[in-house]
């Protein structure tokens, strides 16, 4: 007789104070979120959301920042104002801008897995935020180009050759930034 092989699950452990952290990184999120920069060529405003996002992922990594995003996410399409403009609901996921919001998911996901992959090494952290906007852009331009009935590459210049520089220099801040407020926040949490 075959002797079954089962293995337990056991859940994700998730304490207290990882609530208290990722429920700090959303109300964050929910406060930069919203103050965008409106530019006169685009309807896609600078945000500092993929900065809190960059930095997030120092402090509650992947999986943890993902569940805050979602939270943050799910309260803008409840209908509160925490997308840029101090804007939200369906209507905003719908819109022009809606592609991004659903590819900064994938820009945790592939940002997060890379700097996981190598947690000391700031240069593979450049790479892998680059590569997660980069998805993120493909979402948010080919959205922008379907809604406002545009080419791709009218799509690329209106929705993410500006904001090139200013993504680079969030990604330079979250990673000369991010390791040492992570440490502190570990620091107090101990």
């Known amino acids: 007789m075959l002797k079954e092989n089962k293995q337990v699950m056991k859940p994700a452990k998730i304490t207290t104070v990882d ?19 409106p530019i006169v060529i685009s309807p896609v405003p600078i945000s500092f959301t993929n900065l809190v996002l960059y930095l997030s992922l120092y402090l509650l990594k992947t999986k943890k920042t993902l569940v805050s995003y979602l939270v943050y996410l799910l309260l803008g399409t409840a209908g509160l104002p925490v997308f840029s403009g101090f804007s939200g609901g369906l209507a905003k996921l719908a819109g022009p801008t ?27 952290h450049v790479v892998g935020m680059v590569l997660g906007t980069a998805v993120c852009y493909a979402f948010g331009t080919v959205w922008l180009c379907y809604q406002l009935h545009i080419s791709f590459g009218a799509g690329l210049g209106m929705g993410v050759l500006p904001y090139l520089p200013g993504d680079g220099a969030k990604i330079l801040l979250a990673v000369l930034a991010g390791p040492a407020i992570a440490k502190r926040v570990r620091t107090a949490k101990m």
């Open 19 to 37: 609530m208290t952290v990722i429920a700090l990184v959303t109300a964050i999120t929910c406060i930069l979120g919203p103050m965008a920069i």
């Open 98 to 124: 809606g592609g991004y919001l659903i590819g900064f998911i994938f820009m945790v996901l592939i940002a997060g897995v890379i700097m996981e992959k190598a947690p000391k090494n700031r240069w593979i």
